[in-house]
């Protein structure tokens, strides 16, 4: 079946505006996670969904960036007010329930100019 | 919190031989998870370790699991080019999945 996907998958933007980034998990996936991937790095946690509830939201770096998955399924990540220091890989993985491994999408790569 | 410890950070090694990457974590975790990441492309699940002294093989790559010492292992047999890829380590910390730095291998001939 169809893998974890995400949209746009680059997305260039001007500092100031805002930026909206679509996950479609798996099909039938309770969990739902948000990642910021650097180069070089490995993912850092950003937010996490059981059905359409969020569950964690501690590594969302502050109050620009919220995260929404109203049915329980599509989640998106908005970010407000884009800054030069948003530029990452953002991912998105879902899973069956949160002990199951993750299944992650190809990631959108933002820079903000 | 969890810190995700791996090491080393760096592996070169030679096709043919044996090599074992290390993943220490800070506080009792259950599970821990690997994963291997390609250059460029996104992330692919290798293990899911889920109780102490848990062993899984696929292939080329043995993985372990020490509650008790906070520490997994990931074990290569006989390194092919295929296996060049970045592998992290992941734990369960409440709701987070926190990762290591990450291991880069690359295996060359």
């Known amino acids: 079946g169809a893998g974890v996907s995400q949209s746009p998958r680059y997305k260039v933007t001007k500092r100031g505006q805002d930026v909206a980034l679509r996950c479609d998990p798996i099909s039938g996936h309770v969990s739902l996670y948000w990642y910021r991937q650097a180069l070089g790095q490995g993912p850092e946690f950003l937010t996490y969904f059981n059905y359409e509830a969020q569950q964690d939201k501690s590594g969302l770096p502050n109050d620009r960036f919220s995260a929404e998955r109203p049915e329980g399924s599509i989640s998106t990540l908005t970010i407000q007010r884009t800054e030069q220091r948003d530029s990452a890989m953002y991912r998105c993985?879902?899973?069956?329930?949160?002990?199951?491994?993750?299944?992650f999408g190809p990631g959108t790569r933002l820079t903000v100019t | 919190e969890l810190k995700v410890e791996q090491n080393p950070l760096f592996l070169s090694m030679q096709e043919g031989k044996n090599y074992t990457i290390y993943c220490n974590y800070s506080t009792t975790s259950d599970r821990l998870y690997w994963y291997r990441q390609d250059p460029g492309k996104s992330l692919e699940s290798l293990f899911v370790l889920l109780s102490n002294g848990a062993v899984k093989q696929e292939g080329r790559l043995m993985a372990s699991l020490d509650t008790k010492a906070r520490l997994s292992t990931l074990h290569i047999t006989a390194a092919v080019h295929d296996l060049s890829a970045t592998y992290f380590c992941a734990g369960p910390y409440y709701d987070k999945v926190i990762f290591g730095p990450g291991t880069s291998l690359s295996v060359i001939p």
């Open positions: 993985a879902s899973s069956l329930d949160a002990q199951y491994e993750q299944y």
